[in-house]
């Protein structure tokens, strides 16, 4: 089992910077492969960036490559979503999730979900 914590969402303005944090508890943290997804309002939920349990790679959707970061820091069993240059579309509730499958960009392949946190870009 894995429980799952994210932070660090807030009201920023366009250009702006966020880093997001996902805390996990449990073990075998460094097991799972760990996903950030986003929803928009009226949107499905969709994948945003993955990181490997080994943290040496990382994938993200095309619409945040070069603007966004994942990475874990295996002492603290936390992932960041840095979050850099943001735009209004990126306004949603951002989900941590781990699970088995690595590479995957698939709701289903991950077990575990955090409880979110709102993300709200103004232009």
């Known amino acids: 089992q894995v429980q799952l914590v994210e932070s660090g969402g807030g009201l920023v303005q366009a250009g702006d910077s966020l880093r997001l944090a996902c805390a996990a508890s449990?073990?075998?943290?460094?097991?799972?492969?760990m996903g950030w997804f986003r929803q928009a309002p009226g949107k499905e939920r969709e994948f945003v960036a993955g990181?490997?349990?080994?943290?040496?790679?990382?994938y993200y959707v095309d619409s945040v490559k070069g603007r966004f970061t994942v990475s874990t820091d295996s002492v603290k069993n936390t992932v960041y979503l840095q979050m850099n240059s943001l735009k209004p579309e990126d306004t949603a509730v951002y989900y941590c999730?781990?699970?088995?499958?690595?590479?995957?960009?698939?709701?289903?392949?991950?077990?575990?979900w955090g409880q979110g946190t709102q993300v709200t870009v103004s232009s």
């Open positions: 999730a781990a699970g088995r499958v690595t590479y995957s960009r698939s709701e289903s392949d991950f077990g575990f």
């Open positions: 449990g073990r075998a943290f460094s097991r799972y492969a």
């Open positions: 990181i490997t349990g080994s943290g040496g790679s990382t």
